[in-house]
């Protein structure tokens, strides 16, 4: 009975070929003059202006002569007393680190590093987009961890003011990058390879180039996704207007005499608007690729997040259809499509990148049902990790949940229920 309940939403739908037309050619001519009319954004290159403020609180060059006193006066040989002192002279982290940063010729165009060695007070704080803290015994630990194997080897601590930022994702890949070189000391060590000549050959933090690697997002790719999520929504307002048009047909009394429950009829619906939806978004995306080149980094990530979408989008619809059977009006699928949609698409950037805005719309659009599936399309196509798209997906199921959790209540209640 179940499969029966979704072919009879399907055929439903696919009886109403001007809808059917309507959500599947609409978007895709949206994107056509929409992605013409703009062109590229910024002409294709991310801008950087990074500012980065490094507390430095510790004393590498005290931390480094002592190391050497320490190796001068164990009872290690002559040879392995110049191997580990040869080491230690040829590594110095945290100047290697600011030299680089701060004497880098490309790097500078990026990132602007200020130098304190005093607390930032939390009003200073927000002139920067990262403060990397180097802690006072860092050289220490590292120098322990490097020779004889003790400790973590200090760690530095770095907080950026919006991870979502090009500037933020800048210094976090400087960092991270050096992290990696600091890797390369500690392994040359345990192979006993001459890191000197190592640090001398390549001792760079990296190539300004290989900082932004991301996908530049172009007028196309931008207003493929924000036209796709939109419209996606569309689907689940239309299932629901014939949802309710079963109602006033007495369709749906006769299921339930049928000894059917509300909650299967609704599955059903949920089910059938999944499948449309997936189809819709499929569909779209395949044009768009053809037609326009837009492509997503990886295809099992890209079948995660449409899944996840699509299952808010029957949640949607399920929730519409319970709010019209409780009130016993049409009006309500209407609302929903002529206001909520569009509003929740305004907040989510259908209509423009919300990255120009910033501050608190921009995270309120990242989180919003819209602008998180937006932000975790966009984010795939500029080859972030699944991980990096956390929020985007925590907000699409918790969104998804509330929706059926309203459902379930709506759905108990007599006006459904009978």
Same mark, same amino acid.
């Given at each position: 009975?179940?499969?029966?309940?979704?072919?009879?939403?399907?055929?439903?739908?696919?009886?109403?070929?001007?809808?059917?037309?309507?959500?599947?050619?609409?978007?895709?001519?949206?994107?056509?003059?929409?992605?013409?009319?703009?062109?590229?954004?910024?002409?294709? #290159?991310?801008? +950087?202006?990074?500012?980065?403020?490094?507390?430095?609180?510790?004393?590498?060059?005290?931390?480094?002569?002592?190391?050497?006193?320490?190796?001068?006066?164990?009872?290690?040989?002559?040879?392995?007393? =110049?191997?580990?002192?040869?080491?230690? $002279?040829?590594?110095?982290?945290?100047?290697?680190?600011?030299?680089?940063?701060? &004497?880098?010729?490309?790097?500078?165009?990026?990132?602007?590093?200020?130098?304190?060695?005093?607390?930032?007070?939390?009003?200073?704080?927000?002139?920067?987009?990262?403060?990397?803290?180097?802690? *006072? $015994?860092?050289?220490?630990?590292?120098?322990?961890?490097?020779?004889?194997?003790?400790?973590?080897?200090?760690?530095? @601590?770095?907080?950026? =003011?919006?991870?979502?930022?090009?500037?933020?994702?800048?210094?976090?890949?400087? +960092?991270?990058?050096?992290?990696?070189?600091?890797?390369?000391?500690?392994? %040359?060590?345990?192979?006993?390879?001459?890191?000197?000549?190592?640090?001398?050959?390549?001792? @760079?933090?990296? @190539?300004? #180039?290989?900082?932004?690697?991301?996908?530049?997002?172009?007028?196309?790719?931008?207003?493929?996704?924000?036209?796709?999520?939109?419209?996606? /929504?569309?689907?689940?307002?239309?299932?629901?207007?014939?949802?309710?048009?079963?109602?006033?047909?007495?369709?749906?009394?006769?299921?339930?005499?049928?000894?059917?429950?509300?909650?299967?009829?609704? %599955?059903?619906?949920?089910?059938?608007?999944?499948?449309?939806?997936?189809?819709?978004?499929?569909?779209?995306?395949?044009?768009?690729?053809?037609?326009?080149?837009?492509?997503?980094?990886?295809?099992?990530?890209?079948?995660?997040?449409?899944?996840?979408?699509?299952?808010?989008? %029957? $949640?949607?619809?399920?929730?519409?259809?319970?709010?019209?059977?409780?009130?016993? $009006?049409?009006?309500?699928?209407?609302?929903? *499509?002529?206001?909520?949609?569009?509003?929740?698409?305004?907040?989510?950037? *259908?209509? /423009?990148?919300?990255? =120009?805005?910033?501050?608190?719309? &921009?995270?309120?659009?990242?989180?919003?049902?819209?602008?998180?599936?937006?932000?975790?399309?966009?984010?795939?196509?500029?080859?972030?990790?699944?991980?990096?798209?956390? #929020?985007?997906?925590?907000?699409?199921?918790?969104?998804?949940?509330?929706?059926?959790?309203?459902?379930?209540?709506?759905?108990?209640?007599?006006?459904?229920?009978?």
């Amino acid at each position: 009975m179940f499969f029966q309940l979704i072919k009879k939403e399907l055929l439903i739908m696919w009886r109403r070929p001007r809808e059917l037309i309507i959500l599947l050619l609409m978007p895709f001519i949206l994107i056509t003059i929409l992605g013409s009319a703009l062109g590229a954004f910024n002409d294709g #290159e991310v801008k +950087v202006d990074a500012k980065l403020a490094v507390y430095l609180k510790d004393e590498s060059k005290t931390a480094q002569n002592k190391a050497i006193k320490d190796i001068q006066n164990s009872s290690l040989s002559n040879e392995e007393k =110049a191997a580990k002192i040869a080491i230690v $002279s040829a590594f110095n982290p945290v100047d290697i680190f600011l030299n680089e940063v701060i &004497e880098n010729k490309e790097l500078k165009k990026l990132v602007k590093v200020i130098v304190v060695k005093q607390p930032i007070s939390t009003k200073e704080q927000k002139k920067y987009d990262g403060i990397l803290e180097i802690p *006072s $015994s860092f050289s220490e630990q590292f120098y322990e961890k490097l020779l004889y194997e003790k400790g973590d080897g200090g760690q530095w @601590k770095l907080a950026v =003011a919006d991870n979502t930022s090009v500037n933020a994702t800048v210094i976090q890949d400087i +960092v991270s990058g050096f992290q990696k070189e600091i890797n390369l000391a500690k392994t %040359a060590q345990q192979l006993q390879v001459d890191y000197k000549k190592i640090a001398s050959a390549d001792t @760079k933090v990296g @190539k300004a #180039e290989n900082i932004v690697q991301k996908k530049d997002i172009n007028a196309f790719s931008y207003y493929a996704v924000g036209m796709c999520v939109m419209f996606v /929504f569309y689907v689940a307002t239309t299932v629901a207007s014939f949802a309710y048009q079963q109602k006033e047909d007495h369709m749906y009394e006769r299921i339930l005499l049928a000894n059917v429950s509300p909650f299967a009829y609704f %599955a059903g619906i949920f089910a059938a608007t999944f499948l449309l939806s997936f189809i819709q978004m499929n569909l779209l995306f395949s044009l768009t690729a053809l037609f326009y080149g837009v492509t997503f980094s990886n295809i099992l990530y890209y079948l995660y997040i449409t899944i996840a979408l699509n299952a808010m989008t %029957a $949640s949607f619809a399920v929730f519409i259809t319970s709010i019209s059977y409780v009130s016993n $009006s049409r009006n309500v699928e209407g609302i929903f *499509s002529s206001l909520i949609v569009p509003i929740l698409a305004f907040v989510g950037g *259908s209509f /423009f990148d919300l990255s =120009a805005i910033g501050g608190f719309m &921009e995270r309120l659009g990242e989180l919003s049902p819209v602008g998180a599936a937006i932000t975790a399309y966009l984010k795939l196509m500029q080859g972030f990790p699944l991980q990096d798209m956390g #929020e985007q997906l925590q907000a699409i199921f918790l969104f998804t949940g509330a929706l059926l959790v309203i459902t379930f209540v709506l759905i108990r209640k007599r006006g459904v229920a009978r």
